[in-house]
């Protein structure tokens, strides 16, 4: 007997029902945990709970994981959460040492945020009231990937497991991660609720926003007069369409084109990441060059992908790096459209695989192979 | 610098002052380099010559003087060169000519095209926020400041994104039921 999940639409607006799952949330779990990032659906997220909790006069977690090198609207955006309903807020402020990968440098793959002995070159000084050590075993840390060490989701995965019996909530959206979506919500996480994921120790992670749509996200805002981080403003002023908006890290192989725009939002910002990080002045200038960092064409002197895959293979300057890349690519098909993605991964430096290869056949040859059948 | 006879002192040392040697010559006497890697898009071609007709020509273009062509070759200015030539059809141009060999001149070039500021965007805003409370009309902020009507209007909203959304309806809710495939 097989069955399937189908979306079926409620009689109820979305915010109306995200107001009633948060008040369940809040009958099931003593402890609730907001993982705010700053951007527009956690804050909107970390109002509608705070506002629960003062109804109710409890308190709940704001967590935000600070990468350091994050616009400093960001970080105000933070702040101004936090401060929203004081008496009903524990902040969570973590500032531990990661790794965090850089897609802008070839010889420094990584930067360590909040590195040890470097506190006179970081991003700012951390915060008296934030959680300054790691608040778990580290002889029971976990990691993800060897390669990477304790990378961001490794922490997320260790400070999520350093609590029990709480509930977590996610800015998650359906339309926004139609894949995300997907993978969470195959099954129910936590009694019969299919927007949640458990996870060990009693923990569930909840994602309230899951109908939202982007609209709604900025009505909330505007009806509610939230604050929202600037960049949000900056960019759509600069003409870039509003949707493609992200406030994440400024240097992660999927948001480095911020670098082009970041002398122009926040100078300071930029001054302090050019003295912090290796390669953000090259994420600066070519952040956008289809043939630098996009790699979306070939540079003049090679004739194939293949070519230049080779090319950059046998120059990548870190010999054991290297092996990790001709080990991952001894296993893909050998043709042009894997071997531009292979390039993009060398130039980005995408050692933990985050932009995944699609192994299949060039999708050109299929065409010119039917034309020729054709002819 | 040859024949330059004042210079302004500072901390690190005398600094040439070549401005002050501009010399006026045949425009058919000037042509370009080979290596410059600037482009210039068209929009902002027609900001240079909208400049240069309402500023005037203010900084020379400079070069140096190939004496196996008779030619000065730019180091930096082709495109206010080009306005002069092609768009304007001016005659004349005027130069500065500087003794660099080429290794210098290529550094040159680069140095003064990077070595600029960009416009902040908040301040961007506050600049054509002035512009509209001193009368001038978007059109023609538009035409002086080298924008499309486009980003003039975006610069010009200071209440921000959120307030585009504010006669917005909130979407339906939805949620997941499991159904039998047979049904």
């Not at chain 1, 996610?170 to 139609?178: D, H, I, N, Y």
């Not at chain 1, 950059?312 to 690519?329: G, Q, V």
């Not at chain 1, 098909?333 to 050692?351: P, S």
Request: net charge neutral.
């Amino acid at each position: 007997m097989s069955s399937t999940l189908k979306q079926v639409y409620i009689n109820k607006t979305v915010i109306d029902a995200t107001r009633e799952r948060i008040s369940y949330v809040f009958d099931e779990f003593e402890n609730i945990i907001v993982s705010v990032s700053g951007g527009k659906d956690s804050t909107v997220l970390a109002h509608i709970v705070l506002q629960e909790a003062h109804r109710r006069g409890r308190k709940v977690g704001i967590f935000f994981l600070d990468e350091e090198v994050v616009y400093d609207s960001t970080i105000k955006q933070v702040e101004y959460l936090m401060e929203m309903y004081p008496e009903n807020t524990t902040k969570l402020w973590l500032q531990v040492e990661f790794n965090l990968t850089n897609a802008t440098s070839l010889t420094e793959n990584y930067l360590k945020c909040w590195e040890k002995g470097k506190h006179k070159i970081w991003m700012r000084s951390k915060k008296a009231f934030a959680i300054q050590q790691k608040p778990w075993d580290e002889a029971k840390e976990t990691i993800r990937n060897k390669d990477v060490g304790l990378d961001f989701y490794a922490v997320l995965d260790n400070f999520e497991n350093s609590r029990e019996n709480t509930a977590f909530l996610v800015g998650l959206r359906a339309t926004e991660s139609p894949n995300r979506w997907r993978a969470v919500s195959k099954n129910p996480g936590y009694k019969n609720v299919f927007w949640c994921t458990g996870k060990k120790h009693g923990n569930c992670a909840f994602y309230p926003l899951y109908d939202w749509n982007f609209h709604d996200i900025w009505k909330y805002i505007y009806d509610s007069q939230l604050r929202y981080s600037k960049i949000y403003d900056y960019m759509y002023k600069k003409g870039m369409g509003i949707q493609e908006i992200r406030v994440s890290s400024l240097i992660h192989e999927k948001s480095f084109k911020a670098l082009v725009e970041l002398p122009e939002f926040e100078p300071d910002t930029y001054n302090k990441l050019l003295k912090r990080v290796k390669g953000v002045s090259v994420g600066n200038l070519y952040g956008k060059d289809s043939k630098m960092l996009k790699v979306s064409k070939l540079p003049k002197n090679f004739r194939t992908w293949i070519e230049y895959r080779d090319f950059l293979l046998a120059t990548y300057p870190d010999d054991e790096k290297r092996e990790i890349f001709a080990k991952r690519f001894s296993n893909h098909l050998e043709n042009r459209y894997v071997a531009r993605q292979q390039c993009r991964q060398l130039v980005l430096n995408d050692i933990e695989n985050n932009l995944p290869i699609d192994n299949k056949p060039d999708p050109r040859e299929l065409t010119l192979q039917k034309w020729r059948e054709l002819l | 610098m040859e024949g330059t006879t004042i210079i302004i002192e500072t901390k690190k040392g005398d600094i040439a002052l070549p401005l002050l040697e501009v010399q006026i010559v045949d425009i058919n006497r000037v042509q370009a380099n080979n290596y410059n890697p600037n482009a210039v898009a068209d929009n902002n071609m027609a900001l240079l010559e909208e400049s240069i007709l309402s500023n005037g020509f203010c900084f020379a273009v400079v070069t140096i003087y190939d004496k196996d062509i008779d030619k000065y070759i730019i180091v930096d200015g082709f495109h206010r060169y080009s306005i002069f030539k092609d768009y304007l059809e001016a005659k004349q141009l005027p130069i500065i000519v500087l003794n660099h060999d080429v290794t210098q001149r290529m550094a040159a070039t680069v140095q003064f095209n990077r070595a600029r500021g960009v416009h902040q965007v908040e301040l961007m805003g506050d600049l054509v926020q002035a512009l509209v409370q001193q009368g001038v009309e978007d059109a023609d902020i538009s035409q002086r400041l080298g924008m499309e009507e486009e980003e003039v209007y975006r610069l010009k909203q200071i209440t921000g994104i959120a307030e585009l959304f504010k006669n917005q309806i909130y979407s339906k809710s939805w949620g997941m039921v499991e159904v039998n495939e047979n049904d």
